[in-house]
């Protein structure tokens, strides 16, 4: 990142000056997509605060009011995107209205910033749609990094993924196409209380029957009795993240919600295959 604001210096323009020096050429508007993090304001970069600011329409959608304060402190013309969820509509109808509605106003030459919670580009399907739609149209597009649930899991819990690896699935997904998995790395499973549900709901908890298929599928590869962490990071810096250390076994027991994340920790390390070592270490110079 560079030290001056993005966009200040034509020699150097960054995200931001790239966009305004696109419009002075004629371009017929951009999108830039962004993510908050959690914490309300604690985890939204410089960068991609300086993209909120400079937009000509701001949308955002958010999981909570004080984040939601802050955004429409930033930008006087900020447009909640919530509008587009309600009881029992389903989900797809309104990422794709989401899609079409940031759409709109790059099409008339704006340059419009969207803001989604956490990371802009894990589990947020309109984020990758918009863009993808947007350049097949020519118009500019772009995503900026942000902070995921599952950043704040690994800090939270003190989890280095490269000591024995780590995999990473949605839920439904994970159970409806039989994924195949290593139960000796770290396995994190998104959206555990929201299993096959296809619409919006109010409620916390989507489908708690799920629940149970789940540890029926977790049960063949690991027992019972085996650790394991329902994880909700938390979006105030007041508060403490939701951890909740239970076995296998006894995880429907759990506070599980929509937002609920569930990291199952290795079984054990794997054996080193000792003939692939000496060959590695003599292709190195080792041996």
């Given at each position: 990142?560079?030290?001056?604001?993005?966009?200040?210096?034509?020699?150097?323009?960054?995200?931001?000056?790239?966009?305004?020096?696109?419009?002075?050429?004629?371009?017929?508007?951009?999108?830039?997509?962004?993510?908050?993090?959690?914490?309300?304001?604690?985890?939204?970069?410089?960068?991609?605060?300086?993209?909120?600011?400079?937009?000509?329409?701001?949308?955002?959608?958010?999981?909570?009011?004080?984040?939601?304060?802050?955004?429409?402190?930033?930008?006087?013309?900020?447009?909640?995107?919530?509008?587009?969820?309600?009881?029992?509509?389903?989900?797809?109808?309104?990422?794709?209205?989401?899609?079409?509605?940031?759409?709109a106003p790059v099409r008339k030459g704006r340059d419009v910033c969207v803001a989604f919670y956490g990371h802009p580009g894990v589990f947020v399907y309109s984020s990758h749609?918009?863009?993808?739609?947007?350049?097949?149209?020519?118009?500019?597009?772009?995503?900026?990094?942000?902070?995921?649930?599952?950043?704040?899991?690994?800090?939270?819990?003190?989890?280095?993924?490269?000591?024995?690896?780590?995999q990473s699935f949605e839920a439904t997904d994970f159970l409806v196409r039989e994924r195949v998995f290593d139960p000796c790395s770290g396995l994190v499973l998104w959206q555990?209380?929201?299993?096959?549900?296809?619409?919006?709901?109010?409620?916390?908890?989507?489908?708690?029957?799920?629940?149970?298929?789940?540890?029926?599928?977790?049960?063949?590869?690991?027992?019972?009795?085996?650790?394991?962490?329902?994880?909700?990071?938390?979006?105030?810096?007041?508060?403490?993240?939701?951890?909740?250390?239970?076995?296998?076994?006894?995880?429907?027991?759990?506070?599980?919600?929509?937002?609920?994340?569930?990291?199952?920790?290795?079984?054990?390390?794997?054996?080193?295959?000792?003939?692939?070592?000496?060959?590695?270490?003599?292709?190195?110079?080792?041996?």
């Amino acid at each position: 990142m560079h030290s001056q604001d993005p966009g200040t210096d034509p020699r150097d323009p960054g995200p931001l000056g790239a966009r305004l020096s696109l419009r002075s050429m004629g371009h017929f508007g951009s999108l830039t997509v962004v993510g908050t993090g959690f914490l309300v304001a604690g985890q939204i970069t410089p960068e991609s605060l300086s993209a909120v600011k400079a937009a000509d329409h701001f949308f955002f959608l958010v999981a909570e009011p004080a984040t939601r304060l802050f955004l429409e402190s930033q930008h006087p013309g900020a447009e909640s995107l919530h509008n587009s969820f309600w009881e029992g509509r389903p989900r797809q109808q309104a990422y794709d209205e989401i899609v079409e509605r940031l759409l709109a106003p790059v099409r008339k030459g704006r340059d419009v910033c969207v803001a989604f919670y956490g990371h802009p580009g894990v589990f947020v399907y309109s984020s990758h749609e918009a863009i993808r739609r947007a350049r097949a149209e020519g118009l500019a597009a772009q995503m900026l990094p942000g902070i995921s649930a599952e950043d704040c899991l690994f800090a939270d819990l003190e989890i280095d993924p490269a000591a024995d690896g780590c995999q990473s699935f949605e839920a439904t997904d994970f159970l409806v196409r039989e994924r195949v998995f290593d139960p000796c790395s770290g396995l994190v499973l998104w959206q555990i209380g929201a299993l096959g549900v296809i619409t919006y709901h109010l409620h916390d908890l989507w489908n708690a029957r799920g629940v149970d298929y789940l540890v029926q599928v977790l049960g063949r590869h690991y027992p019972l009795e085996h650790g394991v962490v329902v994880y909700e990071a938390t979006h105030y810096p007041v508060c403490d993240p939701l951890i909740q250390r239970t076995n296998l076994g006894a995880l429907a027991k759990s506070t599980i919600n929509t937002h609920s994340t569930l990291w199952v920790p290795p079984l054990a390390k794997r054996a080193v295959d000792a003939a692939m070592l000496a060959r590695l270490e003599a292709s190195a110079g080792l041996a």
